[in-house]
């Protein structure tokens, strides 16, 4: 800078701005802070002090912003009609939508900061020269808010050296830009420019300590003392200021630096560094739970107020004279009564109806394949099922027919159907659980159709492949022409009304694990009845289905209470929805459709897909289930589905949200005025006091609210209730949410095989406060969270599946879920495909939240929509999220029908599997509970206790086997008391018995030793060591073989002959330099009077070789047993006593110890 004439006058920079600029090197060492982020905030700093030279851009010295639109005004702009795969609309609210939005605008407006982004090392910055190549970090968004503070006039002093990178950096690119989407000065005015004549460069390099080649700092050293001076003000995440007091942190060439790391994680840190060993007292010590700060309750948190809740009862269940007493012989009855009945229509890809299935061929093919269920099937000339086996009935939701033949033929055979879903690949997501349940459900065959059979996995043999997981399956498929006709005389025997299992189906826990709810055949019939009842169905009556007919709705409505009514079902297959979403408006237009069996997803889709369709009217309908009904967001699609069609038939009394669990099976439905039902109601509640388990009303003008409808009255003839979540069942208050309980007859009996947590949700005794049970009847947990409202009305507000306790509050998957689509989710995430789910960290839930990428999206797009989506998370929910990921388009595991598998989702975050393309973590926002410094205990507990005895090397229990029987005092007890006595038995009474093959590494046998063989074998090296060896009673031998048949025929022989077998492992041919002077030592150290061994080996021990390692001359007498004569010894040597020593065995530790033991 002096070659252009401009003479410096330097000054030292004020302390303020020299800890700044520290604060800025100690962002970019940790990578909070970008590049670009670093040089503008850099260079605005030193603006004051920079004289404005020829070259230099204004923009280096004065930041010029200009103010985006708000979000809130671009909240206000109507909406475009968004694409049907834009998002998840499960969760769609405009409401809530707008919510969001204004939260995100007063963030803006509260200059929050956004979270900063670390940069990715595969971009190459264009500054990089400008930089010094070692830096500190602090947090960017902090920095941005920083207040500028007044700047004191200090005394120049002259320096006459610049650093190069300084100069570079002055002399460097205008086009930096920072990361953060806050302005640094308030209002987002520019920053005036000083005169030149302050301009101090050689000071700042005098005093900001900035060495070139230093180290980042150490975040785990110990804190210095407090700085003398005030640090500038930083609002925190929550906009509540922090003190003025800072502590340092020193870098790795000792110069101290303003530390901007969170006192929390600093704690978190200090308390992790520990030595890798603690001492030994340590260990006696309970410290783990003690260690982690218990969050205390807030005095000020919501608390019910209200009295406890009463059981609330239903209406009586009719005892159903005018319709069949079950539902086989309601089968039998259209079947032979109204064969041509249409009971089933299945429609293909392009909407045509393929086949409809009446009641007749109902009725004939389902005989047909219970008779060769029974009768056709063997194995070993033996039925290979018997009444009660389960078998396990897999078709694409393509082919209803065949499944409900499948189903009713299992019914009529007496068997247990359990339905699954088709497995595509051999690692679908949670296949391997399904496997587990066909196994626990001991499942041998399974039920498809040839179409599906040819679409499985295929082994090399071309059979259907073995999944990992599943139990050996025989794949039975069952179009007409394989199977039996029965003859006219065979009539099934099956009993459908008594406690017998009917059918099991499967439900995927939160946790992943796969389990089967069995429901017998009286809940069945009474599940149907209670269905018929509450929803008026009769007979002829045309009902459209879209859901998934082979569990829970679509399977009670479209399979069984439809069958038990004589109503015609059309079905409409998910590949059909997802090309013509409204396929199922137009077959309701078409078959003039008395009901609809939809969910609230496919209500939306069909919004979308409307305009323009001019003919068609949903008049018809008197019911529009939405199956869904429990899920609170499903309001906003069934409000917005009225507003459009109501001007095309639909009356707003017809649609009619129900609630279900896979074990309470239906609970509630709500039901059109014509059928008693009272007027609809809707609830706007605080999820505030939700997350507290409270229900606050609240108005719609607030962010943080939650719009919920009723989902009807309680099933008929069951009784409900609502308990607390956790501990003992007791009755909530009248406003307190809680888990609903059902007393019915109409509910799941027990999960298979799991008599454990069967007896915790199915035997489930709700008691009073004083601890008085409500009922003599068990009530069956439904999994679902919500209260009773006025008339009688169910409100859910989640599940218990998607809950997450954070701390001591309460929040639910699918209202996060909700609140992250809000945030215009269509340029970034793909498809609106989005989990979330909590891991633990520390004994408390942290909320995870995973999305799909759109490929088109960019990296600082998707973060900028990462960003926002915290906050909204916190202004709505009030928590914090600990990790959000988005993950490339297509890459989530899938469930069935198309979702994402929540579980699988979360297996694969815990193992490090989901391969994220952008990470957003944010501990320090949700972990709240950190350790505790430290404390000596005041006494020791009892798991302590077991700990310490446990490393100090103490005995604290012990195990033992069974005794074993006194031997009797018998002449056959005696015979047999030693092991030469019992193969002389074996020889004489199973001669030809094999006791030993030897395999070799091909795995053919190449040597056997039956019974009579081992005790000649055995013979023959007794005879030897007693006429060859001439060796005594109770003299050594050593036994140098390797293992094989030969080693045990010559311990026997020893046996046989009253010697000590010593077992030693022969020296290795390649290696006897080593291998030799073990097998030596063992032979001197055991006295063995013989070396008893195979041909090969003998000479190995006396071949040249060996007498380089050994001395060969010492060897005891060698005998090789490969050619023995065949003699026979004139006694079998019989012990005197138990305690005779029987054989040597000796071992080699790595340090060459030589331990033996006598048995």
Not at 421 to 448: H, I, M, Y
Request: hydrophobic share 40%; proline share 8%.
């Amino acid at each position: 800078m002096a070659d252009r004439g401009c003479p410096l006058e330097a000054a030292p920079l004020p302390a303020e701005v020299r800890e700044s600029l520290a604060e800025l090197e100690l962002e970019l060492s940790e990578g909070d802070i970008t590049q670009k982020g670093y040089e503008k905030k850099r260079t605005k700093l030193l603006a004051r002090y920079i004289p404005l030279t020829q070259g230099v851009d204004p923009c280096l010295q004065a930041e010029h912003r200009v103010p985006g639109p708000p979000l809130a005004a671009a909240a206000s702009k109507p909406q475009k009609s968004r694409p049907s795969n834009a998002r998840d609309e499960r969760f769609r609210s405009d409401v809530h939508t707008e919510a969001v939005q204004a939260a995100l605008a007063q963030y803006k407006e509260r200059k929050m900061p956004m979270p900063s982004k670390r940069r990715s090392v595969l971009v190459h910055s264009s500054v990089e020269t400008c930089t010094p190549p070692d830096t500190s970090s602090a947090s960017e968004d902090e920095g941005s808010l920083r207040r500028p503070g007044r700047l004191t006039s200090t005394s120049f002093q002259n320096h006459t050296s610049v650093e190069p990178w300084l100069d570079r950096v002055i002399q460097g690119s205008s086009t930096s830009s920072s990361a953060s989407s806050t302005s640094s000065h308030p209002g987002g005015r520019p920053a005036a420019a000083p005169s030149a004549t302050t301009t101090a460069l050689a000071g700042l390099a005098a005093h900001a300590h900035i060495d070139l080649h230093s180290a980042p700092p150490d975040v785990t050293t110990g804190l210095a003392e407090h700085l003398h001076y005030e640090r500038p003000q930083v609002a925190s995440v929550r906009g509540i200021p922090r003190g003025h007091s800072g502590s340092i942190l020193e870098t790795a060439d000792g110069v101290p630096v303003n530390s901007r790391v969170s006192s929390k994680i600093q704690q978190l840190l200090n308390t992790l560094k520990r030595p890798k060993r603690p001492p030994l007292k340590e260990f006696f010590v309970d410290d783990f739970e003690e260690l982690l700060e218990v969050q205390q309750p807030d005095p000020n948190q919501p608390k019910p107020e209200g009295g406890q809740m009463a059981v609330l009862r239903g209406e009586p269940l009719s005892a159903g004279a005018r319709g069949p007493p079950t539902l086989l012989t309601a089968l039998q009855r259209w079947g032979t009564t109204q064969p041509k009945a249409p009971c089933l229509t299945a429609l293909d890809t392009a909407g045509k109806a393929t086949f409809t299935l009446t009641y007749g061929k109902l009725w004939s093919r389902s005989l047909k394949l219970a008779y060769t269920l029974l009768n056709k099937l063997t194995s070993k000339n033996e039925p290979l099922l018997k009444p009660g086996d389960r078998v396990a009935l897999v078709f694409p939701n393509s082919d209803p027919v065949m499944f409900m033949v499948a189903f009713y033929g299992c019914l009529l055979a007496e068997l247990v159907p359990v339905p699954i879903e088709v497995p595509l690949t051999r690692k679908d997501a949670g296949s391997q659980q399904v496997g587990f349940l066909l196994g626990s459900c001991g499942v041998t065959l399974a039920l498809t159709t040839d179409a599906c059979q040819k679409g499985l996995p295929k082994a090399q043999t071309g059979e259907v492949a073995t999944f990992k997981g599943w139990p050996p399956l025989a794949w039975l498929v069952i179009d007409g022409k394989h199977l039996a006709k029965p003859p006219k005389d065979w009539h099934p025997l099956a009993q459908d009304t008594g406690p017998g299992t009917a059918y099991i189906e499967y439900k995927t826990s939160k946790e992943g694990s796969t389990v089967g709810i069995t429901v017998s055949h009286a809940s069945l019939l009474a599940h149907c009845r209670a269905l018929t009842q509450a929803c008026g169905y009769t007979e002829a009556e045309t009902l459209t289905n879209v859901l998934d007919f082979k569990r829970d709705a679509g399977l009670w409505h479209g399979v069984l209470t439809s069958v038990m009514n004589r109503m015609h079902v059309v079905s409409i297959p998910y590949a059909l929805m997802k090309v013509n979403p409204l396929s199922w408006i137009q077959k309701v237009y078409s078959y003039k459709a008395r009901a609809a069996l939809v969910k609230s997803r496919d209500m939306h889709w069909s919004l979308l897909a409307q305009r323009g369709q001019r003919d068609i009217s949903l008049s018809s309908l008197r019911m529009l289930i939405v199956a869904d009904g429990a899920n609170p967001w499903s309001v906003s699609s069934c409000d917005a589905f009225l507003n459009v069609f109501q001007s095309r038939g639909l009356r707003p009394e017809v649609i009619c949200p129900c609630a279900s669990s896979p074990e309470a099976l239906t609970v509630a439905i709500r039901r059109p005025p014509d059928l008693g039902g009272p007027p609809p109601r809707k609830a706007v509640l605080s999820m505030s006091g939700l997350s507290y388990g409270v229900i606050r009303v609240d108005t719609e003008e607030k962010l943080s609210v939650l719009t919920v409808q009723d989902v009807g009255q309680v099933m008929p003839g069951a009784s409900a209730c609502v308990v607390k979540v956790e501990g003992t069942p007791y009755l909530c208050k009248t406003d307190e949410v809680g888990e609903i309980c059902v007393n019915s007859s109409a509910t799941g009996t027990a999960y298979y095989g799991l008599l454990g947590i069967t007896k915790n949700v199915f035997e489930t005794v709700p008691v009073t406060a004083g601890g008085a049970p409500v009922s003599d009847r068990p009530f069956t947990r439904t999994g679902l969270l919500g209260f009773i409202g006025p008339d009688n009305l169910v409100f859910v507000v989640g599940k218990l599946d998607g809950l997450m306790v954070v701390g001591v509050r309460r929040h639910n998957a699918d209202d996060v879920v909700a609140t992250a689509l809000a945030v215009e989710p269509m340029k970034f995430v793909y498809r609106g495909r989005i989990a979330v789910f909590s891991v633990t960290v520390l004994h408390d839930d942290r909320i995870v939240l995973v999305a799909e990428q759109r490929p088109d999206a960019s990296e600082e797009d998707s973060f900028q929509w990462m960003s926002r989506v915290l906050q909204a998370i916190d202004s709505i929910h009030q928590v914090g999220v600990y990790c959000l990921a988005l993950v490339p388009a297509n890459t989530l595991p899938k469930a069935p029908l198309g979702g994402i598998h929540i579980s699988e989702t979360k297996q694969r975050f815990l193992e490090g599997m989901l391969h994220p393309c952008n990470v957003l973590m944010c501990p320090h926002t949700c972990v709240t509970n950190l350790p505790k410094p430290r404390q000596k205990q005041p006494e020791v507990g009892p798991a302590s206790m077991i700990v310490g005895n446990l490393v100090a090397g103490k005995r604290i229990a012990q195990a033992s086997g069974r005794e074993l029987a006194h031997l009797e005092d018998s002449d056959q007890a005696r015979k047999f008391l030693f092991l030469a006595d019992v193969l002389q038995w074996r020889a004489h009474t199973t001669p030809d018995h094999p006791l030993f093959l030897l395999l070799n590494a091909k795995g053919t046998v190449t040597s056997t030793a039956t019974c009579i063989q081992l005790h000649k074998r055995a013979e023959r090296v007794a005879a030897a060591l007693m006429e060859k060896g001439r060796l005594d009673a109770g003299d050594h031998v050593a036994l140098v073989y390797p293992p094989g048949v030969d080693l045990i025929a010559a311990f026997y022989g020893c046996l046989y002959c009253g010697c000590v077998p010593v077992t030693v492992r022969p020296p290795h041919p390649q290696n006897l330099g080593t291998t030799l002077p073990t097998v030596k030592m063992i032979v001197e150290v055991s006295k063995s009077a013989c070396v008893l061994s195979t041909q090969a080996i003998t000479r190995l021990l006396k071949c040249k070789e060996a007498a380089a390692a050994v001395d060969v001359r010492a060897w005891p007498t060698i005998l090789d047993t490969d050619d023995i004569p065949k003699k026979k010894v004139a006694s079998i040597f019989r012990p005197p006593s138990p305690d005779v020593l029987a054989y040597l065995d000796f071992s080699v530790s790595t340090t060459g110890i030589l331990a033996g033991v006598k048995p």
